[in-house]
């Protein structure tokens, strides 16, 4: 009896293992643009106490958490293009290069190599579809402004579906066609704008945003912009249309973009929202992990941490107070094009004006707590930008540029939130890793950038030069 129990525990040892060597069928990336552990652990802290969840963020529930440096091959501080180009291929580049080493010699992705063996491919994202982070999986130029380029090559892919926000390259420098969609439509790739218009029958889809004037985002959480995309939607859509067209085995690369955006924005409360907004997508694989535990790998990280976000700053000492900005109704960028319409109005806004959309807008004097000092302050920015149309400083950042009056609001609402910020670009602090399903012990220790697509390929029995 001993001895047949030792070999009933040798079988399934060894059933164990051949289910670990097993290539996974079914690869899941999701990077989270910006997202360093500040993020991830304020929409936590915000999850706990405002939504009062007693269950984490799906990505804390997975069995292997670990970090990841992100440098690139020209700074320390690395821009999004070279940290995609290291997600996607394994290989540092220089800032700004997409898809190509420093010798500006083209190197290859892990979608590529998986397309070219039988996998179905899904690329999305809540901002530009030829951003940085989705374009390092299909793209090589030197420059990674060159959307037009960048486009064609997402044509000529062959990849299955992308979805994300617009194509930047649709126009020459006069604003004429430049025949981009005519290179989707000759490649047998259908563009839908909005989610209404999919095509359950067609075997490639592009899925972009129905306002076509915003073509860098799809609008964030907080603003609940009606009729907009949104990234658990494009999830759910590319999930379905990868096992309606390759159900064997399929790779889908899913970016939470709006967190970078609101990153450089230094908007606190928008970016802890767009974090939750990306957990949701991941649990959307999360469940499909569930239904297919050893054939599945889920791999989440980040290209580079943006802002320096802390939990706790000066202004609240030891408390991180995130509940003061569970009635923001509205992102920094969205509150200052409203502050630019009221300049350019014929009509001469007042003090109370704003007084009264502050308080519906963001909670001021209501749940959100302000000082006579600080009412004070706001009124008088108000009166001199305002009413006297005294000029100040704006404040100007990657994706937008804030008047001086929306840029306090937003100093005072993160201080009242224990939101610190350190910069409004990139900063080099290492990223989180987190994986669940088959081999994902392989990612437990430190990791580099290019050292996780590596692993993913290896993984599933191939390599990358």
Known sequence: MKFKAIATALLGAASALTVSADAPKYIFFFIGDGMGMGEIMN???????????????????????????????????????????ALATGHKTKNGMLGM????????????VLHDNGYGVGLITSVAIDDATPGAFYAHVPNRGMFREIGVQLAESGYEFAAGSGLRGTKDKDGNDNGLLKVFED?????????????????????????????WNIGYTVDSIPGALTLPALTRTGLDHMM???????????????????????????????????????????????QHPEETLIVVTADHETGGMSVGCQATGYSAPVVNIRDQKISKEMFAEHCKAMLKSRRVYKWDDMHEFLADKLGFWK??????????????????????????????????????????????????AGIGWTTGSHTGAPVPVFAVGVD?????????????????????GHNID
């Open 244 to 290: 309606r067209v390759a159900p064997d085995k399929f790779f889908m690369m899913v970016e939470g973009g709006n967190i970078d955006h609101a990153g450089h924005a230094n908007d606190g409360g928008t970016n802890i929202k767009e974090v939750l907004n990306f957990d949701e997508s991941l649990a959307i694989a999360y469940d499909f992990y569930r």
């Open 367 to 416: 749940s959100v707590k302000l000082t006579d000092a600080e009412t004070a302050e706001l009124r008088d920015m108000f009166t001199n930008i305002f009413e006297n149309r005294n000029s100040m400083p704006d404040q100007k950042t990657l994706y937008a540029s804030f008047d001086a009056f929306s840029a306090r609001v937003f100093n005072i609402l993160n201080d009242k």
């Open 101 to 112: 080493n420093p010798d500006t010699l083209a190197v290859t992705s892990i979608a590529k």
């Open 440 to 460: 994902a012990e392989k990612f437990s220790d430190m990791n580099d950038n290019i050292t996780l697509p590596r692993k993913i390929i290896g993984i599933a």
């Open 43 to 85: 929409a936590q802290v915000y999850n706990r106490v405002v939504l009062e969840n007693e269950t984490p963020l799906t990505m804390m529930q997975f069995p292997v958490a670990s970090f990841c440096t992100t440098h690139s091959a020209s700074s320390d501080v690395t821009d999004s293009a070279a940290a995609g180009t």
């Open 187 to 215: 490649n047998n790739m259908k563009i839908s704008y909005g989610l209404d218009g999919y095509d359950a029958t067609a075997d490639r889809m592009l899925i972009l945003s129905p306002d076509t004037d915003r073509n």
